[in-house]
């Protein structure tokens, strides 16, 4: 789904289920994040995000797939990380992760696993292989609150007022200055070039997207931008 962050994460060697439940429960107790849910005080009509004291999240152990693992539908309730481990073999195991894409996104969830894999290595008594992390983390809270605060600050003054002369639905109804107009009754049809390159050019453009580390296609999309 557009709305679910998801990921999953393999688990090799021998597994310790009661030390990843207590990962899970530490790394909640660390991130605000997955422990905020969305509620509406009475009186008022948008929710808020409220951060509960504790939200362990559950430990799902299936024996079959994990394709149906999903966040809860309920946004106000706690936790809204949804955590599934099943055994594929003697020491392989999968664990999945879910949460709804409003808490979490790739870089959140990369994040979370590498907090999680080093809370699950000390409760077992080992060395994490991951960074250690430093000081206290940021959290969500901190960072909204000190954005008000540069949103009031003098430093912002005028971008305030920029904005605030701008008519914001006569912008969002603007066409782009390249667009091209659709008569009435057709449809957007994009061109479609085709352009052969030759196989050393193709062994190149090859070796420079792994020396760049990029995806070979994102570096063919980047190449044509240029």
Do not use: H, N
Request: charge should be negative.
């Amino acid at each position: 789904s557009a709305w679910v962050a998801r990921c999953r994460v393999a688990i090799d060697g021998p597994l310790d289920v009661p030390a990843l439940e207590r990962a899970l429960a530490r790394t909640a107790e660390r991130w605000e994040i997955l422990r905020t849910g969305f509620q509406i005080p009475p009186g008022l009509t948008e929710p808020l995000q409220v951060i509960a004291a504790a939200a362990p999240p559950v430990l799902a152990v299936r024996d079959g797939s994990l394709d149906r693992l999903a966040p809860p539908a309920d946004l106000a309730g706690v936790p809204l990380l949804a955590a599934g481990l099943v055994c594929l073999a003697p020491g392989k195991a999968q664990l999945a992760l879910a949460m709804p894409a409003l808490v979490a996104d790739d870089a959140g969830l990369d994040l979370l696993v590498r907090s999680l894999a080093q809370s699950y290595a000390e409760e077992r008594g080992e060395r994490s292989l991951v960074a250690e992390e430093g000081d206290e983390p940021l959290q969500y809270a901190d960072l909204a609150d000190w954005l008000c605060e540069l949103l009031e600050s003098p430093d912002t003054a005028a971008g305030r007022a920029y904005w605030g002369r701008q008519e914001i639905p006569a912008l969002a109804a603007g066409e782009l200055p390249l667009a091209q107009p659709i008569a009435p009754g057709g449809a957007f049809a994009p061109a479609c070039v085709a352009v052969r390159l030759d196989s050393e050019a193709a062994a190149g453009l090859a070796a420079l997207a792994r020396s760049l580390g990029v995806d070979f296609l994102d570096l063919l999309a980047a190449a044509w931008g240029v």
